[in-house]
């Protein structure tokens, strides 16, 4: 037997709930508490008062970028080598795990004679990728990172999320990087 389905009839508002008004006051005095509050303890802590007690701290974003957590996922980049050339040796690896199907790799030769392929072309569309972070996971030559610190991913076209081998080897030309300790290779 299906359990009982308890109904709950919604409460009727009295007159001074419909005109909004007390609710509207009560917002305000919560905000202007808040205000008052930082304001005061803000201005105590520059004299020296009540440092003991934390104030409220804006971070003016977008000037004043926090860091994210270390294994958060940001924009993809493509590691390299001393050389300057990429890490990648066009496995595929990454390609055949992505959940989405936004990875597109051709292969070529490689001319260095230890290292059988490189990508002709490595593009990801990010506006398909659902940032799983399956494609670094299966790397075998930690050639792919999602490390960049970059989340403004955002574009008014499909083709300007279509990120290229050279957009993904060089994240910082891109500015709006928050870089991460050590330099990115
Ligand atoms: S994060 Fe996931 S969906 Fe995005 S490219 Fe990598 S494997 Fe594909
Ligand atoms: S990024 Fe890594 S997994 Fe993907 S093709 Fe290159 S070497 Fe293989």
């Not at 359990?3 to 305000?28: D, M, S």
């Not at 803000?42 to 804006?58: D, F, N, P």
């Not at 595929?92 to 490189?118: F, G, H, L, R, S």
């Not at 990508?119 to 030559?141: R, W």
Request: charged fraction near 30%.
């Amino acid at each position: 037997m299906p359990p009982k389905t308890k109904v709950i009839k919604q409460r009727e508002l009295n007159f001074l709930e419909k005109l909004y008004i007390p609710e509207v006051i009560r917002g305000v005095c919560i905000t202007s508490g808040h205000f008052f509050k930082n304001l005061t303890l803000h201005s105590l802590h520059r004299i020296g008062l009540l440092r003991h007690i934390a104030a409220a701290v804006t971070i003016m974003y977008p000037e004043i970028k926090r860091r994210y957590p270390h294994r958060y996922r940001t924009r993809h980049r493509l590691t390299k080598r001393d050389d300057g050339t990429p890490r990648c040796v066009a496995c595929m690896m990454c390609e055949t795990v992505c959940p989405a199907k936004c990875i597109y790799i051709v292969a070529e030769e490689n001319p260095d004679p230890n290292i059988e392929k490189q990508p002709k072309t490595f593009d990801i569309d990010l506006g398909k990728c659902i940032y799983c972070g399956f494609c670094v996971e299966a790397c075998p030559e930690d050639a792919i990172r999602m490390d960049t610190q970059i989340m403004n991913i955002a574009g008014y076209t499909r083709e300007s999320m279509y990120y290229t081998k050279d957009r993904l080897l060089n994240p910082e030309r891109e500015g709006d990087i928050v870089k991460p300790s050590g330099s990115l290779r």
